[in-house]
């Protein structure tokens, strides 16, 4: 009943949470690819790297979080 | 429509003054809120505030038992009551009350000084002469400063990696390494740098958006911003609640991460 209760709540929840999760990771990815570029100068090659790794962060995180909420 | 916030420095840190007044008027009115509500208590038919409590209490329960199981998520109920009374309460501060002060005359002991005045204010012409004035918005949510979002999801952050290695150092170490040891910097960028960073900023976005459309939507004439501004001001206390309730969760989440064997 309990869980019944909470349901719409919990969809709220996790539609807050995955976007926050997966923009915030391919930022970051996208930041320091950038900011190793900048250091190494070798536009544009770890910035798509860190994007790529920040779009593969943000859904091994989301992954984790929806565990949780559909732990069964 | 620009505010002035007056802050003072101290041992290398800036220190935010309406900020640090209202993250303790939000714990003053959490504390009265529960005294009132835990008074005169009954263990027979619960009556007024008392049913108030017991349903947050419950309400709690509910989502730490979605995470954990019943012993385990027992432990956790009054962090969570604590964290979601005190955000839900912070996060409605600013959505019901929005009170500005305007400043013309220096006040050093409100940390606005005529250095402020001069370097902040804006002209203004009153009876024919300008005058330079500041505005300081006294009241206001404490979850709308980023600094206390950050402060709340560290100590969140820091408690739950402190209970899993408390509750058993070998398996804190290994489950860096699950499901497998390539996985290792995935973890590390995951629990030191997008949770630290997502939890507090979804609750600072939300609130302080809220914040600056009101703000704004106060600065225009009352004939074209009355509808829009009930309407906001309605939207603004459900996201207040919904915000108030994802970091609680989120919260029990991540202490779940941490806590529950079965991952």
């Known amino acids: 009943m309990k869980q019944d209760q909470n349901r719409p709540l919990r969809a709220f929840a996790l539609v807050g949470t995955i976007g926050v999760e997966m923009a915030t990771s391919v930022i970051f990815g996208f930041w320091a690819g950038s900011a190793i570029d900048r250091w190494l100068k070798t536009e544009p090659w ?22 949780q909420f559909f732990g069964e | 429509m620009e505010h002035y916030s007056p802050t003072f420095k101290a041992l290398g840190m800036t220190f935010d003054i309406p900020v640090m007044l209202m993250s303790v008027l939000a714990s003053i009115l959490v504390l009265i809120l529960v005294t009132i509500s835990t008074r005169n208590m009954t263990t027979g038919v619960p009556r007024g505030m008392q049913n108030f409590f017991e349903w947050v209490i419950d309400f709690v329960r ?59 204010g804006h002209a203004v012409t009153h009876d024919g002469h300008t005058v330079k004035e500041v505005t300081v918005s006294w009241f206001k949510s404490p979850t709308a400063s980023p600094s206390v979002t950050f402060g709340l999801a560290l100590m969140v952050l820091l408690y739950a990696h402190y209970l899993g290695i408390k509750k058993s150092p070998g398996k804190y170490v290994k489950h860096w390494f699950e499901p497998s040891p390539a996985m290792f910097i995935l973890h590390v960028m995951e629990e030191f740098i997008i949770k630290p960073l997502t939890l507090p900023l979804r609750l600072f976005g939300n609130i302080f958006a809220g914040e600056v ?51």
Request: avoid cysteine.
């Open chain 2, 62 to 120: 509910g989502i730490a038992g979605q995470f954990m199981d019943a012993k385990t998520g027992t432990k956790f109920v009054t962090l969570g009551i604590t964290l979601f009374l005190y955000i839900f309460i912070s996060n409605q501060m600013g959505v019901l009350a929005n009170f500005n002060v305007t400043y013309t005359e220096p006040n050093p002991s409100l940390g606005i000084t005529q250095e402020v005045i001069n370097q902040h």
């Open chain 2, 213 to 263: 459309l009101i703000a704004f939507l106060l600065a225009g004439s009352a004939a074209a911003v009355s509808i829009p501004l009930v309407i906001w001001l309605g939207y603004s206390v459900f996201v207040g609640s919904i915000q108030a309730y994802i970091f609680t969760t989120l919260t029990l989440v991540y202490i779940s991460q941490k806590v529950v064997d079965d991952h």
């Open chain 1, 46 to 67: 770890f910035m798509l790297i860190g994007l790529l790794f920040g779009l593969a962060l943000g859904v091994y995180g989301l992954y984790l979080l929806v565990k």
